[in-house]
């Protein structure tokens, strides 16, 4: 094998200039070989097939770390959670606070308990837990709630799209009948009509209560799919249950103005001598360096404007059994930081996408169970104050990560916690 040049930048002429054509051709062709890693074909959770997986596994690592004698013990309880199940990965789980929120559903302090690898993150969150705290806490206010899934049809011409959205406006009581005869909790809530050329789409809108809901709307959605698919007066060319509109654990702009899952504002006063215990800093330069980095972020093409709340939503979600991927669009938001009338600091983040539930899903796993446990937020009539509380988390975060910069303890702290 060639050896890597760190400073090659074009890789294929680099590869072209080190193997002769038919070397990179067999190097790169399909190989049909049956693979001698054969598993059971059969995803369900059993005795018998976590067994016939391990007798290959075991060959390649120590059984022990995945499947430990207290998973080996619950493993059943993950039967409805993964499939091809082998065992369970630890992550190290930290707790920062006490975060107090003065929200519409979360009003008490909390210790937030978080999942992560990464050194510094914890501390970086509890720092700031507590300087909100130390304000009276932060104001958070759930602002809207739904879930989406959006069918697309595909049509001959625009005249068949508008014949069958005629149609689809009179079908509302129908459509809301089909899809909540799927759920005992879910709520079709609207229906939006998007026509580009002789494409469809349909937006359907939900209410999911306490869970997060995406299997849900799934399930609802494609009910009233298959209703519509056979009694359509205009039958589409083709169509699929989803016609990518949603935003489905994409970052996308449509949502920053609307919502997909639950939308919050979270917002805190500081004072100047605040800001200068808890940060080291002043709040002049934290909202300069606001300015700075909004700007940066409008050239780099960024979608809503955040330090990170990428870090605190992923470690909660983790944490709480929540869906990890949805990080992707739960993560656009707006930070904003601004002098108050008193010469203190104010500081908001408004977040449209926090997908988060207290039931089912990963909820009732053993460990993430405990998690919410921790916040007091498991079970019904919760997931409105987790939403609030993820909100007010995420400001702890960029309250602590500018003040790092502005004093100029960014790297230092990372240093100081990741490189014992």
Not at 180 to 190: F, I, W
Not at 246 to 260: E, I, Y
């Amino acid at each position: 094998m060639p050896k890597l040049n760190l400073h090659q930048r074009d890789y294929v002429s680099f590869l072209g200039g080190e193997l002769s054509a038919d070397q990179l051709e067999q190097t790169l062709r399909p190989n049909l070989g049956r693979s001698s890693l054969r598993l059971t074909p059969s995803p369900y959770l059993t005795d018998k097939n976590v067994d016939k997986r391990w007798s290959v596994l075991e060959s390649l690592t120590d059984k022990s770390q995945l499947l430990d004698a207290t998973t080996e013990q619950q493993k059943e309880v993950y039967a409805i959670n993964i499939e091809h199940f082998i065992g369970t990965v630890k992550l190290p789980v930290g707790v920062a606070g006490p975060l107090r929120v003065n929200g519409l559903f979360a009003n008490e302090d909390y210790l937030i308990p978080l999942a992560t690898t990464e050194a510094a993150l914890v501390a970086s969150y509890n720092r700031g837990s507590q300087l909100i705290t130390a304000a009276g806490g932060a104001s958070a206010m759930l602002l809207n709630e739904g879930v989406t899934r959006t069918p697309g049809f595909a049509f001959h011409s625009l005249k068949e799209a508008g014949q069958f959205v005629a149609w689809v406006v009179t079908q509302y009581d129908t459509f809301k009948q089909i899809a909540e005869s799927t759920t005992s909790h879910g709520k079709l809530t609207d229906i939006n009509v998007n026509i580009e050329g002789n494409h469809v789409y349909l937006v359907f809108e939900y209410l999911t209560g306490d869970a997060s809901g995406q299997n849900m709307v799934t399930i609802a959605t494609n009910a009233v799919f298959e209703f519509i698919m056979e009694h359509t007066p205009v039958d589409p060319d083709y169509a699929f249950l989803d016609g990518n509109l949603s935003g489905d654990k994409k970052p996308n702009a449509h949502s920053l103005r609307s919502v997909r899952g639950k939308k919050v504002t979270a917002e805190v006063h500081l004072t100047k001598e605040l800001v200068e215990k808890y940060l080291h800093t002043t709040p002049e330069k934290m909202v300069q360096f606001g300015q700075m980095t909004t700007v940066g972020g409008a050239l780099s093409g960024t979608i809503g404007i955040n330090a990170h709340y990428a870090n605190a939503l992923a470690a909660l979600y983790i944490a709480c059994g929540q869906d990890a991927a949805c990080v992707a669009e739960s993560a656009v938001g707006m930070t904003r930081m601004e002098i108050n009338k008193s010469g203190g600091l104010y500081a908001s983040v408004t977040l449209p996408n926090i997908m988060v539930g207290t039931v089912g899903g990963g909820t009732g796993l053993p460990s993430q169970n405990a998690c919410l446990d921790i916040l007091g937020l498991h079970g019904n009539g919760k997931s409105q104050a987790l939403a609030e509380v993820a909100a007010a988390l995420c400001l702890a975060g960029e309250l602590s990560i500018v003040g790092a910069f502005c004093a100029g303890h960014f790297s230092r702290a990372h240093h100081k916690l990741a490189r014992k």
